[in-house]
């Protein structure tokens, strides 16, 4: 790597987390839904599986106070990216609207996030979220829960200093010492936990975005162009910077926009 592109790197970083840091802050006095509410693992889990089977395998899914963010392989081997979220817009000059957001984006999936999958969308009861909050005592507004391999990770900026792990099935619920739930680009799964999957080709065709208002009105399409390092840059910093501080959404903007 160059070392032009180390700086880069070095200042998208630096500018990520004080945008970060900012928007935090701002979020915990202001309301980043604009009044909408969020999508639910209770509405959502159903039309996921209505798309890619009940034998589509998780790679990971985050549920946050404004929205969710699914990774799953389906039968065609690829990985489907579907992000429900609260979009915000300028609608008028000086005034902003928000609206609830769909994209889609796929692409061949990596072999560690192949060896995470191991759950599929069929075995995931709706409900099983909520029912963890529940049980940690965590509030839904400002708390997340992230799925990876076969466990849930549960934190709340409510109560900072406490998080907790269970299965996949909301059984065995647990505190933790971990700062973050595992990345499952890097993921490493027991083999007996493992399954056969097809490796990733080379000559995988590039990925495609979608980006639907409600579910009907398709408001743009086209393909990511790889290897444009400043672009995807500054795609990061302005998806953190909209994120106004919902730790859910700058994780995902962390994990869409790698240079």
Known sequence: MSSGLKRLFGGVAG???????????????SDSNGGLKPYGLQETLAQMVS?????ARVVEIIVGSSGIYYQVIGADHQLHIRDYSIAESEIEAGTEGFNRKTTNDV????????R????TLGQL?????????????????????????????LQSGAQTGQRFVAAYN???????QAAAPPDPKAAS??????????????????????????????ISSGSTQPGKVNRIAQRLVTCVSHAQGDVNKVVVCQRKYVP
């Open 15 to 29: 500018i990520v987390a004080a945008v970060a840091g900012v928007a935090i802050a701002a979020h915990l006095t």
């Open 51 to 55: 798309s890619f089977g009940p034998n």
């Open 107 to 114: 692409r061949a999936p990596t072999a560690a996030e192949s």
């Open 116 to 119: 995470s999958a191991v759950v």
């Open 125 to 153: 009861d709706p409900g099983v979220v909520d029912s963890l909050y529940s049980k940690v005592g965590f509030p839904r507004q400002g708390s997340s829960a992230t799925l990876t391999g076969r466990s849930w990770f």
């Open 170 to 176: 909301g059984d065995s619920v647990q505190r933790t």
């Open 189 to 218: 799964i027991p083999s007996s936990a493992q399954q056969t999957t097809s490796p990733a080709s080379s000559n995988a065709p590039k990925a495609t975005t979608t980006e639907v208002y409600g579910f009907t009105t398709t």
